[in-house]
């Protein structure tokens, strides 16, 4: 089955620096990548996401790359804001609708 | 954004009882629901995708007679744990996709948050 790898577990930033969190996926026929944010207590909120068939994609402040040889995605959230804290979970959907979560990781922005 | 929503949003059970949670996709139908259990400060893990009108599947190491899963609607389906022991509480959470929803898009509903005493 799949297997995705999220680094680092935790992360400390200084206000206006930028935050980037990795994953490795182990199954290539996952076709869809997407980054949850989860507030404590909360439900995963989906902030963005990229498909197989893009190499990168970006949303203001929030960016996502794909390296289909490699097997690895990243999130990059440039001019981090103490409201960027959160835990952020990658995903990796591979076939027969099956979803494999990353281990999480708790960001944390200093002001 | 498409609406899904969960009840109870968080129970507490004695031990032996059973508890049901019901996830509600409120403004789209979902031929497909998955259900997650997320312990404390750890990832979400699939339990079992639930498809509208017959049986879930569920994932390897997740007792499927003590979760049981009925997907009775294109808007409702059901997890009921079934004789609850400390170890089952967690935050559970569901999501839904919508039949046209591109790709593998999924919406979450807001977790269940249940303490088995």
């Known amino acids: 089955g799949e297997n995705v790898e999220q680094h680092p577990s935790t992360l400390s930033v200084q206000e206006g620096d930028s935050a980037v969190i990795k994953c490795t996926y182990s199954d290539s026929a996952s076709n869809y990548f997407p980054w949850y944010k989860q507030e404590l207590g909360k439900r995963p909120q989906l902030i963005i996401d990229?498909?197989?068939?893009?190499g990168e994609k970006k949303d203001q402040r929030i960016a996502v790359t794909l390296n289909k040889t490699a097997k690895h995605f990243s999130l990059h959230i440039t001019e981090t804001q103490p409201e960027d804290s959160a835990v952020y979970f990658c995903?990796?959907?591979?076939?027969?609708?099956?979803?494999?979560f990353g281990t999480g990781t708790k960001l944390q922005v200093i002001p | 954004g498409a609406v899904v929503s969960q009840h109870p949003s968080w129970v507490i059970c004695k031990s032996g009882t059973s508890v049901k949670i019901e996830c509600r996709s409120l403004?789209?139908?979902?031929?497909?629901m998955f259900w997650y259990r997320q312990f404390p400060k750890q990832s979400l893990m699939l339990m079992a995708t639930?498809?509208?009108?017959?049986?879930?599947?569920?994932e390897q190491g997740v007792e499927k007679d003590k979760f049981l899963i009925n997907h009775a609607s294109l808007t409702l389906s059901t997890l009921t744990v079934t004789s609850a022991h400390p170890e089952d509480s967690s935050f559970y959470i569901c999501?839904?996709?919508?039949?046209?929803?591109?790709?593998?898009?999924?919406?979450f509903g807001p977790g269940t948050r249940l303490t088995v005493l």
């Open positions: 639930s498809n509208e009108g017959s049986k879930a599947t569920y």
């Open positions: 990229i498909r197989s068939n893009v």
């Open positions: 999501s839904a996709r919508p039949p046209s929803g591109g790709y593998n898009e999924q919406f």
């Open positions: 995903a990796a959907f591979g076939g027969y609708q099956k979803v494999t």
């Open positions: 403004d789209f139908q979902a031929t497909t």
